[in-house]
């Protein structure tokens, strides 16, 4: 019967001890559980960067690569075949308006230009037989009209005299009618005269007509040729530089044959070509910028060529104030932006981002002795920042360096100086 009071006693003088021993039970377990099966690694901070999130203005904008052209380029086609004949200028030369460059010969064209030439002296002399001859049967009719009229005039002075007589019986009928007839004959002869006259003049007119039209058309024709045989001495277009001529002499060379170019001088412009993925999103007037010799220069597109070829388009871009070191063939390295700058939130771009594809990144704490996996929402990037939509805060310290030995991680210890490695913004 004295068992159980045995047993309760043994309780209760060790229930101090059970308790701790429970205690320390549950504190182990706690401890397995919590830093037993946290998958961590310690780390020196100089292997890492560290970047801070800041408040600022996020440019989105895709660097390219463009050469620096000249904005203006003519070039140099043969209006009219033929064989090189003289060339003036050579490659390099700086040339001016309307200067020859170079001299063809075609035989042919100068044939024909002759022959224009000939035909119109001919028909030129043609022209002036015709008005000779219409000036001579001008006058002709001219003095046949006044012998007329001088005849109408005599015969109806005699009428005027002889018919006062006739009646005082002084002349005879016989004479009056004679004077009557031969007036009537005059008069049918000046109407014949004037008829004639007119007809001449007509035909006469028509001829010359006729004449001055062909005459005009040579003319035409003749000019033509003279501008084809002109064309034959190519000159400049333009003032500026003679950046290549593919004219030797005796080389036969045909009609719309390209043989060089000139390019302004003193105006620039950058041509780009940029991913076909870019093409809806790029319009003329977007800004650009570039770094030459330690300062930044703004562009503009001015054209957008929306022919794709081998996934590419091309853009040109103009400078707002071109450099004074600028250069034809010159390469830059382009910063073309593809939408409006926004402000909010980014971070250091690096190698962590094309590994974050699930949104994490790793928060450095405040003493910089630890690093922890965070949920993060990121946006847009660019080579140099990315845009940071949600899970940081301004002031969050991030490691920007690759992930790619820590993803199957929980925590970084980071050992040495906190920050040590840390990016410069």
Avoid: C
Avoid at 61 to 88: C, F, H, K, M
Avoid at 124 to 130: A, R
Avoid at 221 to 231: C, G, S, Y
Avoid at 244 to 254: I, R, Y
């Amino acid at each position: 019967m004295d068992r159980p009071s045995r047993r309760r006693s043994f309780v209760r003088r060790n229930a101090r001890g059970l308790g701790v021993a429970v205690l320390g039970l549950l504190s182990g377990v706690y401890g397995y559980v919590h830093y037993g099966l946290e998958r961590r690694i310690a780390i020196d901070a100089r292997q890492l960067v560290i970047s801070a999130v800041a408040r600022g203005q996020f440019h989105d904008y895709v660097p390219v690569t463009g050469s620096v052209q000249p904005e203006i380029s003519v070039y140099l086609d043969v209006a009219q075949g033929g064989q090189i004949a003289d060339r003036l200028v050579e490659e390099g030369a700086m040339v001016e308006a309307g200067q020859p460059l170079v001299r063809l010969r075609n035989a042919s064209l100068e044939m024909q230009v002759t022959s224009d030439e000939a035909q119109l002296a001919e028909r030129l002399f043609q022209l002036s037989s015709v008005n000779l001859q219409m000036e001579d049967a001008r006058l002709q009719h001219q003095r046949d009209l006044a012998a007329v009229d001088a005849g109408i005039a005599a015969t109806t002075l005699q009428l005027g005299r002889l018919r006062p007589l006739l009646a005082q019986g002084f002349a005879r009928r016989a004479d009056v009618e004679d004077a009557e007839v031969r007036l009537e004959r005059y008069r049918q002869e000046r109407k014949a005269v004037a008829e004639a006259r007119e007809l001449d003049i007509r035909t006469r007119s028509d001829q010359i007509r006729q004449l001055t039209d062909a005459m005009d058309q040579l003319r035409r024709n003749h000019e033509m040729a003279q501008r084809n045989l002109d064309d034959l001495t190519v000159r400049a277009p333009i003032s500026g530089q003679l950046t290549s001529l593919d004219a030797e002499s005796g080389a036969f060379k045909t009609p719309g044959q390209r043989i060089g170019q000139i390019d302004r001088q003193g105006a620039f412009k950058v041509v780009a070509p940029v991913d076909e993925f870019y093409l809806s999103q790029i319009a003329p007037g977007q800004k650009a910028s570039v770094d030459i010799d330690g300062q930044t220069y703004s562009l503009r597109v001015s054209k957008v060529h929306p022919e794709v070829r081998n996934r590419q388009f091309s853009v040109d871009l103009l400078f707002d104030s071109a450099p004074p070191t600028l250069r034809r063939g010159q390469t830059l390295q382009l910063r073309l932006e593809v939408g409006a700058p926004t402000d909010g939130l980014t971070l250091a771009n690096g190698a962590f981002f094309p590994g974050a594809g699930e949104q994490w990144a790793w928060v450095v704490s405040a003493p910089g002795d630890r690093a922890d996996r965070r949920r993060v929402i990121f946006g847009r990037h660019n080579p140099l920042s990315v845009e940071v939509l949600g899970g940081l805060a301004a002031g969050d310290r991030v490691i920007t360096s690759s992930y790619a030995d820590f993803k199957a991680l929980d925590i970084l210890d980071i050992r040495g100086t906190a920050g040590a490695g840390e990016a410069k913004r």
